[in-house]
């Protein structure tokens, strides 16, 4: 469902960013004196006691981006106009008013909608004295306001609510996913971004580091509302050359943890680099499901199959070979929704959840196919196993001493825990702890009084796993995961 959109404009730096992210509760804006940080149009949804809007930061009307960008970022501010039902018109008082101020209040005057204009930057009451030049602009409401001290957040809210347009009285739908696009610049993020909203959500540049700030773009399909977060294009951090970049990093960061599902997107004309391997290693850290994605096929594929791409990926990345991956042109939308579907499978393996007794009688036939190996004159013994939690999943074992089990040892029972389990392509996360005096866990059918050991027969095509996933999806992942990629 669409929500009514309240834009902040103005000319760059009197503090929109900043009240943005005042507004908002939480740092989403990157906040910089350097003008024309913002590019894009930066949204996040604000509930307002029992109403939703859509709050929309923007470019600074008026600068020349240092990038010949700045048609784009019109392009922008103008499309956030367009959608607007209320426009706060946000002025610094320090500087009192300027050129572009009176530039962008000629603009305004043209827009039949509300326009609130908001006095920026008043840190005190007494510089509240000077705000009253302000009403030249021709505006009547007029609100004293700073980002910076935590003032007037209330008086804007009021002002905002009773401009809105009449609830439709819809509740808010649920957010099915939280798809994270990374990777390094120029790799086509912000193009895909794009093919997926269905409009130009997003400024498509060959210039590297178009794209500054994570994004949230909403989109709905089938009937289901997704979020995809554009981030900006990762560098080294020896490379990083401002501190706008070192917060593109962070936030792309932030990005991953908060995502269900992240697309690692890879440039096929050039070689993995130390960031995608970084990249790679921090989604594998953070325990998010994640698909390779190779963009710009196009360009390619009349170059370099898909097994032989497929192949290198998998040489570079040994330990991520469950990893599903994609092929795609996001500029001509080739396979765009094919890689949607697949990220949705991978955010429902990771919801699924395994019933304690299957999981038992999975861990007995995994150790008795290869028991842990002796580790200071022990064996290592496993008396029960649960799963603890989705999202990652979180299987944890109780044993007779988590450093009997070592790393090697894990990554097989990991593995194995992915091929008979749900969890065929995302990460599992295994949690090893010692078994106290007095715990006890029942017993489960055909396995010993103490201990998850060598049963006569163990019995696995019994197992019906609790999970969403149905028959169905699992044997398309199964095919996925034999053939491991799709043809373009």
């Not at 149009?41 to 930061?57: A, G």
């Not at 089938?222 to 990762?234: C, L, Q, S």
């Not at 990005?255 to 970084?278: G, T, W």
């Not at 078994?435 to 998850?452: M, Y």
Request: glycine share 6%; with cysteine.
């Amino acid at each position: 469902m669409s929500y009514p959109v309240v834009a902040i404009v103005g000319r760059p730096n009197v503090g929109k960013s900043s009240l943005f992210n005042y507004l908002a509760g939480r740092r989403i804006s990157i906040v910089d004196p350097t003008a024309g940080v913002t590019r894009d149009r930066v949204s996040t949804i604000i509930q307002l006691e029992d109403r939703f809007f859509e709050l929309v930061d923007t470019g600074g009307m008026g600068i020349e981006d240092v990038d010949n960008l700045t048609a784009e970022v019109e392009q922008q501010i103008e499309q956030a106009l367009r959608d607007a039902d209320v426009i706060l018109f946000v002025v610094d008082v320090r500087s009192g008013i300027l050129g572009l101020d009176e530039h962008v209040a000629e603009r305004l005057r043209k827009v039949t909608k509300p326009v609130v204009l908001v006095v920026n930057k008043c840190d005190t009451l007494g510089i509240d004295a000077q705000v009253g030049e302000f009403f030249r602009l021709g505006f009547q409401k007029l609100i004293c306001a700073s980002a910076e001290q935590k003032r007037g957040k209330p008086e804007i809210l009021q002002e905002i609510q009773e401009h809105l347009p009449a609830p439709t009285g819809e509740a808010p739908a649920e957010v099915a996913m939280k798809l994270a696009i990374v990777g390094r610049r120029n790799t086509g993020k912000s193009t895909f971004i794009n093919a997926l909203a269905q409009a130009d959500r997003m400024i498509v540049s060959e210039i590297p580091g178009t794209t500054r700030d994570s994004v949230d773009v909403r989109f709905e399909r089938d009937g289901k509302v997704f979020i995809a977060i554009d981030t900006a294009g990762v560098r080294r951090k020896k490379s990083l050359n401002s501190d706008i970049e070192f917060y593109s990093l962070h936030r792309a960061e932030r990005s991953i943890r908060r995502a269900d599902v992240v697309l690692l997107f890879f440039d096929p004309r050039l070689r993995v680099s130390k960031v995608d391997k970084q990249l790679a290693e921090y989604i594998q850290e953070q325990f998010k499901p994640a698909v390779f994605v190779v963009n710009k096929w196009d360009l390619m594929k009349d170059q370099m199959t898909t097994g032989r791409y497929a192949e290198y990926l998998q040489a570079m990345f040994p330990m991520l070979d469950h990893l599903p991956l994609g092929f795609i042109t996001a500029k001509k939308g080739k396979n765009t929704w094919a890689l949607l579907n697949l990220a949705q499978n991978l955010h429902k393996q990771a919801s699924a959840r395994v019933s304690t007794g299957d999981l038992n009688r999975l861990l007995q036939h995994a150790v008795k196919m290869r028991p842990p190996p002796m580790r200071q004159n022990r064996q290592g013994r496993v008396y029960f196993a649960t799963q603890a939690s989705t999202n990652p999943p979180n299987i944890v074992l109780f044993t007779n001493g988590p450093e009997l089990f070592d790393q090697t040892y894990q990554r097989y029972l990991l593995k194995y825990l992915r091929h008979h389990s749900p969890f065929k392509e995302v990460p599992i996360q295994l949690t090893l702890r010692a078994k106290k005096p007095g715990d006890s866990f029942p017993q489960q059918r055909g396995e010993p009084d103490d201990a998850v050991a060598p049963a006569p027969h163990p019995d696995l095509t019994g197992l019906e796993f609790q999970t969403e996933v149905s028959e169905e999806e699992m044997d398309q992942a199964r095919k996925r995961k034999d053939h491991g990629l799709w043809d373009i």
